[in-house]
């Protein structure tokens, strides 16, 4: 009898001891997260708004014998078409492809509309003399009131438009006090902004022109911008060498590739 009862012991035990251990491991495993927050998606470059500066009665600075409005416009569609061969998938978006007039407030917000990655507005310089040369690259940002020549230059292009004190808010081009407006515009993208204008004048750099660096100034085609944007200009219009250079195949082609190598590297750093 006790022998026919260990027997059924071990019988009971062999059968239920892998039981046992199958309800432990499902018991002890960790529960389904229904309520599990996904990963943040990684940021990537897909929209890209080119913007060429002034057009239409906006003639922007004059040289010799060109004006910036249409430099301008040649570089920033021959950059697109670059952009679209080297940068498959990312789209490119442009302000204006012919010469015509755009409010500066219409042209960032295009972007924002388009929820654009990246915004450059492209732009020749000018200066009294006419010895200034090389390049600069302008992100959205707070600066002393001595150092407004620049910007309201560049801002001057407000004047030709309708009702721009309401479109501003109350933001006057001539008056420098007034650009505190801009200054107080919060700009989550600056580093970024600086990043991509930092590569850029690297890049001009190594093709043999002039940096003149990177400024912070309260520019309206900038102040709204909800992704990363700068402003580059490419060379001096009032300087012949400079002129005759940005109005050359051979020169737009390199400023072009110096852009395109820039914004490729700036698109490898972010999405890593």
Known sequence: MKSDLNIRKRKFIFFLAPAILLFMV???????????TPPPQAYQIRTIVIDA?????????KGSRSLEKNIALDVALKLGKELERQLPGVRVMFTRRTDEFIDLYKRIRMANAAKADIFISIHCNSAPGGSSRGT?????????????TAAIRENASLLL???YKENYQGFDPKDPESYIIFSLMKNQYREKSIKLANLMQQEYVKSGRVSRG???????????????????EIGFMNNRTEEAFMLSDEG????????VAAISAFKKSVER
Do not use: F, K
Not at 136 to 148: D, F, K, N, P
Not at 252 to 259: A, D, K, P, S, Y
């Open 26 to 36: 499902l018991t002890s495993a960790t529960p389904p997260q229904t309520n599990a």
């Open 53 to 61: 500066g002034h057009g239409g009665r906006d003639s922007g600075a």
């Open 136 to 148: 600069e690259t302008i992100v959205s940002g707070s600066h002393r009131l001595g150092e407004q």
């Open 161 to 163: 438009e309708e009702n």
């Open 214 to 232: 990177i400024l912070e100034q309260g520019l309206a085609v900038l102040a709204e911008a909800g992704m990363p944007a700068v402003l580059t």
């Open 252 to 259: 737009q082609e390199q400023i072009v590739q110096n852009l």
